[in-house]
């Protein structure tokens, strides 16, 4: 089925190990997020890419790296992971339309998450 | 049922009644607005979506509604049923100079009894 892939699904670290959270989509889309949320908290922006071959730091980007691996992966990066970052994190995608088009049905296409703890 | 308020979190509702859930946003220059639904353990889903053009739009069971003078949206369900259970979120973004970031809510959990 077409749509977003994220691995791991579950992931527990100790204090200062590192990680790597995959995220691929099917869809030929142009921009891909990555989010993280929290209790009482929604959802907030980490990082995004736009298209292929940018990226750029949202909301909370400390303490995280990405890389756009090409238009269909992009991936999130824990270097030294802290208590902090115990949270459920989504990527997702879409067809960011460009040029100043009025376009419908480009919202999100969220993946199933990842769910880490750090202790 | 209805929920009000900025930060009303939770909405309970009999099966069969229609629900109303509501969500103020904060950026005037927003010209994009969707709803999500999550179910639990799941990704959130995308449900419906409107431009700052329109003031409602209809899907199948749902509208959603814009008054953009107030800066707020509203997600109607029609005949709510138990598998309309879930966390729902609005979203608002500037597409074209954003690139499609979309700023969520805090959430507003319905609950249907049956």
């Known amino acids: 089925n077409a749509g977003v892939t994220q691995t791991p699904k579950f992931q527990v670290l100790k204090t200062g190990q590192s990680m790597t959270l995959q995220c691929a989509q099917d869809?030929?889309?142009?921009?891909m997020y990555w989010y993280r949320q929290d209790p009482g908290m929604g959802l907030r922006l980490i990082y995004y890419s736009a298209s292929e071959g940018t990226t750029d730091k949202g909301e909370v980007p400390n303490g995280y790296n990405v890389s756009r691996l090409n238009k269909r992966e992009f991936s999130l990066r824990l270097e030294s992971a802290a208590p902090s970052q115990t949270s459920v994190y989504f990527c997702a995608s879409s067809q960011n339309p460009t040029g100043g088009r009025v376009l419908l049905n480009y919202g999100y296409t969220f993946g199933s998450g990842t769910r880490l703890t750090v202790v | 049922g209805e929920s009000v308020g900025l930060h009303l979190p939770t909405l309970s509702v009999q099966e069969g009644d229609n629900s109303i859930i509501n969500c103020a946003y904060s950026?005037?220059?927003?010209?994009?607005f969707i709803w999500y639904k999550q179910e639990s353990g799941k990704g959130p889903q995308f449900i419906i979506d409107?431009?700052?053009?329109?003031d409602k739009r209809q899907g199948q069971r749902v509208t959603v509604l814009l008054n953009k003078t107030v800066k707020h949206l509203s997600l109607q369900i029609a005949a709510t049923q138990p598998g309309d259970s879930a966390v729902y979120f609005c979203a608002e973004n500037i597409p074209n100079t954003n690139a499609g970031k979309s700023t969520f809510g805090d959430g507003t959990t319905l609950t249907v009894k049956p």
């Open positions: 409107i431009r700052s053009n329109m």
């Open positions: 950026n005037s220059a927003s010209d994009y």
């Open positions: 869809m030929n889309h142009n921009s």
